[in-house]
């Protein structure tokens, strides 16, 4: 596996694209099992599922880094919380970007 820097930045269409590789994904979480596994949907909107130890209490906006284990999952290594700092609006802006005419930057 390329466990290199940097990480691309991935969402849920990208990441089959990327699997064995290191890579960085903004999701909002809907929800934990506590034992490691969150759900969250990415800035396109699918379902991601991110495997590792997060952090508690986890915030709704999650920047996860790792490597791609599967075409839906991030074995993360590092996690950061946007807390309230990253609000919808802001996510929105950051999935325009990610999906729209900027994503040739986030690839």
Not at 38 to 43: A, D, I, L, R, W
């Given at each position: 596996?390329?466990?290199?820097?940097?990480?691309?930045?991935?969402?849920?269409?990208?990441?089959?694209?990327h699997v064995g590789k290191r890579v960085r994904a903004v999701i909002q979480v809907l929800r934990s099992d506590g034992s490691g596994t969150?759900?969250?949907?990415?800035?396109d909107?699918?379902?991601?599922?991110v495997k590792g130890h997060p952090p508690a209490?986890?915030?709704?906006?999650?920047?996860?880094?790792g490597i791609a284990?599967?075409?839906?999952s991030v074995r993360a290594d590092i996690w950061t919380n946007f807390?309230?700092?990253f609000d919808?609006?802001?996510?929105?802006?950051i999935c325009q970007l990610a999906n729209g005419?900027?994503?040739h930057l986030f690839i």
């Open positions: 596996m390329d466990t290199s820097s940097p990480a691309v930045l991935v969402n849920g269409e990208l990441l089959p694209m969150v759900t969250g949907k990415s800035t909107g699918q379902q991601i599922f209490p986890l915030s709704t906006f999650v920047e996860v880094i284990d599967s075409n839906q807390g309230d700092v919808t609006q802001g996510y929105n802006h005419e900027y994503k």
